[in-house]
């Protein structure tokens, strides 16, 4: 069945639930043995929300709430916070896909309370995702910064470039947010000709993945080189190159889309063996 998304009032829930509690930037989870796991409940009040929880949908029948815990709101000795990258690997993927959504639309719920036009107070929508000034009438919804991701292939190499950012040794593949008036073709082709100076071809659709940190579509595209050499502008890169299959580097961890545009060309190399 997986998740379903919908809108409805939390107060319409009935039985357990799936609680995807924040404070800040973090995520309450329960100990369980040597790991942790997502709290459930049937009573979300406890957890202390600062207001109301918001309802996401249901994963496998089961309904999905979230909110922001009171500042000063104690948690029981079971429960303790992490980010929320240290769910991947620690509970099942789709449970880390709802919390993502969840943490959007906590941070949808805590940056717009208040009307962005005439300072009123805000107020929700009951069918769908938004807020709306009563004052004013300005509505707002959740915001969403979509990004291009891509794979550039050329003769059984792919390009893989390091950002400053990123941990020691680690290389990717080139990515970036897509601007006003641009398709996210022209991105792709502006994207790699901006952070490594050359220019692609034959740019084909791969997969998206939302990616909530803290709000971002991924759009992957895989690419053709075409012309032109590598040149780094030591900011927003400050090393890239072609690797073949044996050569690769530190590459991404197995949460993103980048991993998956990876992998996805180390299967190619591998079928023409």
């Known amino acids: 069945m997986g998740f379903v998304a919908s809108i409805k009032s939390p107060q319409n829930v009935q039985g357990s639930a799936w609680c995807f509690a924040f404070s800040g930037q973090k995520i309450v989870v329960v100990k369980s043995g040597e790991g942790i796991r997502l709290p459930s409940s049937n009573n979300p009040g406890s957890f202390g929300f600062d207001s109301p929880a918001i309802y996401l949908g249901a994963l496998d029948g089961v309904d999905c709430l979230a909110g922001e815990i009171a500042e000063g709101h104690e948690l029981p000795e079971t429960m303790f916070l992490v980010g929320l990258r240290q769910l991947f690997g620690a509970v099942e993927e789709e449970l880390f896909v709802v919390a993502g959504r969840a943490f959007q639309l906590v941070e949808f719920e805590r940056n717009h309370r208040y009307c962005g036009k005439c300072g009123g107070r805000t107020a929700g929508r009951p069918k769908e995702r938004a ?4 004052a004013c009438g300005l509505a707002v919804f959740p915001r969403m910064s979509p990004a291009i991701i891509v794979a550039i292939r050329n003769h059984g190499r792919i390009l893989l470039a390091r950002a400053p950012r990123f941990p020691e040794g680690m290389y990717s593949v080139i990515a970036g947010f897509v601007e006003p008036g ?16 050359i220019e692609v071809t034959d740019i084909r659709y791969f997969g998206s993945q939302p990616w909530p940190f803290p709000n971002s579509l991924m759009v992957a595209f895989t690419a053709e080189y075409s012309e032109g050499e590598i040149r780094v502008d030591q900011e927003e890169i400050v090393d890239a190159g072609w690797f073949t299959a044996e050569s690769l580097p530190r590459i991404p961890d197995r949460i993103s889309i980048s991993r998956m545009l990876i992998d996805a060309f180390l299967e190619e190399v591998s079928s023409k063996q």
């Not at 807020?131 to 009563?134: G, T």
């Open 131 to 134: 807020k709306i000034c009563p």
């Open 182 to 197: 641009e398709s996210l073709e022209q991105c792709v082709q502006r994207e790699v000709r901006e952070e490594v100076g």
